[in-house]
């Protein structure tokens, strides 16, 4: 059982474009990170979001933790070559134990 | 950020000998860290917490014995793979909290693990 869903799982688009990556689960986490990943290197975080209903931004991403703290979005605008990756969500139930990671979103923007 | 260094940073070695990895947390102490698995172009799958001064707690499904986790020290857990097969070829990555409390793990760079 995925107890975090990602989607979408594969994004390809183009430079300039907008997108959203989506995290959704039935269960309420304490708090959720997003993560980027480049291959051969390990995740590197981008945010951790702990109150429901919480928007963070971050240049160009804004980050959204749902009321119920169930679920999060990833929004990147204007979306450059530099973006693509892999973008990992994951959800922590209480402080000090391992996070619970979903399948993850590999975007590619292309020039 | 806090710092998690891992080493070696990639291996490679032939079916039936064992392989050590180390996690290091740098400016740190961590008293859990945290063992995960990674396949190309798929998520993270937890393996093991690590827990310093005790035996380590496995997810289901990964043979204890064959992974097998020391946590020696408040700064060094090593992650040793058993009579390595092929198909234990992966991307071993560590993680740990900087400190009780604390929401956010930080991961280190990542072991790229290649069995002949």
């Known amino acids: 059982t995925q107890l975090l869903e990602q989607s979408p799982q594969f994004l390809s688009i183009q430079e300039g474009e907008n997108l959203t990556v989506y995290c959704n689960s039935s269960?309420?986490?304490?708090?959720l990170q997003w993560y980027r990943q480049e291959p051969g290197e390990g995740p590197v975080l981008l945010v951790t979001?702990?109150?429901?209903?919480e928007v963070k931004k971050l240049k160009r991403l804004t980050f959204q933790f749902g009321d119920a703290r169930k679920d999060s979005s990833l929004h990147i605008t204007a979306a450059q070559p530099g973006d693509t990756g892999l973008y990992l969500c994951a959800g922590g139930r209480q402080a000090g134990t391992a996070l619970i990671f979903g399948k993850g979103t590999t975007l590619s923007v292309s020039s | 950020g806090a710092v998690v260094s891992q080493h070696p940073s990639w291996v490679i070695c032939k079916s039936g000998t064992s392989v050590k990895i180390e996690c290091r947390s740098l400016d740190f102490q961590a008293t859990t860290m945290f063992w995960y698995r990674q396949f190309p172009k798929q998520s993270l799958m937890l393996m093991a917490t690590s827990n310093e001064g005790s035996k380590a707690t496995y997810e289901q499904g990964v043979e204890k014995d064959k992974f097998l986790i020391n946590h020696a020290s408040l700064t060094l857990s090593t992650l040793t793979v058993t009579s390595a097969h092929p198909e234990d070829s992966s991307f071993y990555i560590c993680?740990?909290?900087?400190?009780?409390?604390?929401?956010?793990?930080?991961f280190g760079p990542g072991t790229r693990l290649l069995v002949l």
């Open positions: 269960s309420v986490f304490s708090s």
């Open positions: 993680s740990a909290f900087p400190r009780t409390g604390a929401k956010t793990q930080y």
């Open positions: 979001v702990v109150t429901g209903g």
